[in-house]
Nanobody
Framework: QVQLVESGGDLVQAGGSLRLSCAGSGAALSIYDMGWYRQAPGKQRELVASINTDGGRINYADSVKGRFTISRDNAKNTVYLQMNALKPEDTAVYYC?????????????WGQGTQVTVSS
């Protein structure tokens, strides 16, 4: 069982930066593909960025390309999301996700979320 705890969310002005962290416990995150999702009020949860186990494959939503950077430190069992040039439309609860497929079974874990608010 994997437990994920996000931190780093805050209130920031437009143009500012934040770094979110997702700390894992209960299992090594190194065997999981990791993702950051966000959900704004009244909207569906959307994928912001994802990174595979060794960091060799990274994907970003078009809306954050060039501004956000996902990374992982498997030694620290932590995944990060560096967010620069923040915009009011980035305001949302940000969730960390760990996913793994083994023997046709999906193992899927979520953190509790961290609030990011960007003021204009």
């Amino acid at each position: 069982q994997v437990q994920l705890v996000e931190s780093g969310g805050d209130l920031v002005q437009a143009g500012g930066s934040l770094r979110l962290s997702c700390a894992g416990s209960g299992a090594a995150l190194s065997i999981y593909d990791m993702g950051w999702y966000r959900q704004a009020p009244g909207k569906q949860r959307e994928l912001v960025a994802s990174i595979n186990t060794d960091g060799g494959r990274i994907n970003y939503a078009d809306s954050v390309k060039g501004r956000f950077t996902i990374s992982r430190d498997n030694a620290k069992n932590t995944v990060y999301l560096q967010m620069n040039a923040l915009k009011p439309e980035d305001t949302a609860v940000y969730y960390c996700n760990a996913v793994r497929y083994r023997f046709s079974r999906k193992y899927d874990y979520w953190g509790q979320g961290t609030q990011v608010t960007v003021s204009s």
